[in-house]
């Protein structure tokens, strides 16, 4: 089945439900492969996380990369090369469909810009295979309700790159928030302060580099003239294509953030922010945005600067759990616990660095999900995925709109009809669709 021919039939199905029992290809629970068998990959999207993923599980023994995929000739060629050189043969493919195509792939590595998260998940599903999604999962609410939907229909395996739940350090944070000792929690920071992190500067629009085919990697997407601008790292900075540093680091502060406090999607949502640093270079996205989160018992705080590294407490992200009787502060590098002055309990804990490789475990547990052929084994699951790229992209929207924006959790959706008109789910262009039930 084509691409287009399988958005046309699942637009039919989204009118009656996605979640269809007896129809997975998959049986949980039945185990397939043994601990030594070989698992086939194949990777989608080259640059960046896409390759560290695939970097990553070639370090596991028999994992077996059989296709790379990249829309720009020139990286393709790049990471074949490089392959090459270490005696790993590949085959390259230039359309995503084609790769799909092949049988002997048992999972595939989507790390593409994050407008084409959703439809490559859907088709990778739709085929048989099992999936490992960068994050955000996608670039819109709605996109992210549908990859949920999918990934129940198919039942296959679905790990989304969240890679910080699979670190020691961070699940070791969480347990001591539970003991309670630092007290009642009213207030949550999450931050990300990146100095080094600059939007490239406004250049002339002009014909596509030789090699890279545009049309596919705008697909989904508003088709517009090239600009240099807009493409490979550069995506993270327009709305087009992904959403900033809210989506982009947010999804991992943010989730532990929720994590910790257990809960789920806020009350209300409000966005400041502007392009303050770097008014004139080449961005959509802030550069400068303080997100507040309104819970039942305690309040969540968003901030994000580029050009800054100097943030909370002398880290450039992190989390910082607010208590009574003392903080727990939480970052990559490690956690501790600074005593709330003048408490009587002094609660402290002094720093805990972090001793794990977050990435290689959270892809050998991708794996072992496999083997075991059970979803529900993966330390991030596409829900989990959903959660928290709802969360961000609340905040984005609050930005965008100007609004103080209430959630609706009897429906799942904003209470100002404008809004989820507007921005629930992002627009298909080029003859692509999405539809939700």
């Known amino acids: 089945m084509n691409r287009k021919n399988f958005i046309k039939q699942s637009t039919l199905f989204a009118g009656a439900s996605l979640i269809l029992p007896g129809f997975s290809a998959f049986q949980k629970g039945k185990s397939i492969l043994g601990a030594n068998d070989i698992v086939n990959i194949g ?13 990553s599980f070639l370090k596991i023994p028999n994992v077996n990369l059989l296709g790379i995929c990249d ?3 020139t990286v393709l060629e790049k990471r074949k090369a490089e392959m090459d050189a270490k005696g790993v043969k590949v085959k390259t493919y230039s359309d995503y469909q084609k790769l799909l195509e092949e049988k002997d792939i048992d999972a595939v590595i989507i790390g593409t810009p994050d407008h084409w998260h959703a439809l490559m998940m859907i088709h990778a599903s739709e085929a048989g295979k099992h999936v490992y999604c960068e994050k955000p999962i996608g670039n819109s609410i709605g996109e992210c309700r549908f990859m949920v939907d999918a990934q129940a229909r198919y039942g296959n395996i679905v790990q989304v790159g969240q890679w910080q739940r699979s670190q020691n350090h961070f699940q070791d944070a969480v347990n001591y928030l539970k003991t309670g000792a630092i007290g009642p929690i009213r207030t949550v920071k999450t931050w990300c302060y990146f100095g080094g992190v600059r939007p490239d500067p406004i250049v002339p629009n002009s014909p596509p580099p030789k090699g890279l085919d545009y049309k596919s990697w705008i697909g989904p997407a508003k088709l517009r003239p090239y600009n240099s601008s807009r493409l490979h790292g550069n995506f993270r900075w327009f709305w087009d294509y992904a959403g900033g540093l809210m989506t982009d680091w947010g999804v991992h502060l943010l989730d532990y953030a929720l994590i910790g406090m257990q809960a789920s999607l806020p009350k209300t949502v409000s966005s400041l922010g502007g392009k303050f640093a770097y008014p004139d ?12 989160y309104e819970f039942d018992k305690f309040n969540l705080i968003w901030e994000s600067a580029m050009g800054i590294d100097n943030g909370p407490y002398g880290r450039n992200h992190g989390i910082a759990f607010i208590g009574n009787y003392a903080t727990l502060i939480l970052s990559r590098e490690g956690w501790e616990v600074v005593e ?3 408490n009587e309990k002094k609660v402290t804990k002094s720093f805990v660095e972090s001793s794990d490789n977050g990435l290689d475990k959270h892809t050998q547990n991708f794996i072992d999900a ?7 084994k993966v330390k991030c699951s596409i829900k989990d995925g959903e959660q928290v790229a709802t969360v961000a992209q609340m905040g984005n929207i609050s930005y965008r709109s100007g609004k103080k924006l209430h959630w609706d959790s009897s429906k799942s959706k904003f209470l100002d009809k404008k809004i989820n008109s507007n921005y629930f789910t992002n627009k298909y262009h080029n003859g692509y669709n999405l539809k939700l039930n």
């Open 43 to 55: 990777t989608i999207g080259l640059n960046s996380m896409g390759w560290w993923n695939t970097l």
């Open 71 to 73: 829309v720009d000739q």
């Open 281 to 292: 270079l080449a961005q959509e996205t802030p550069d400068t945005l303080t997100a507040l």
């Open 340 to 342: 709330e002055s003048g």
């Open 370 to 376: 496999i083997r075991l052929n059970d979803p529900e």
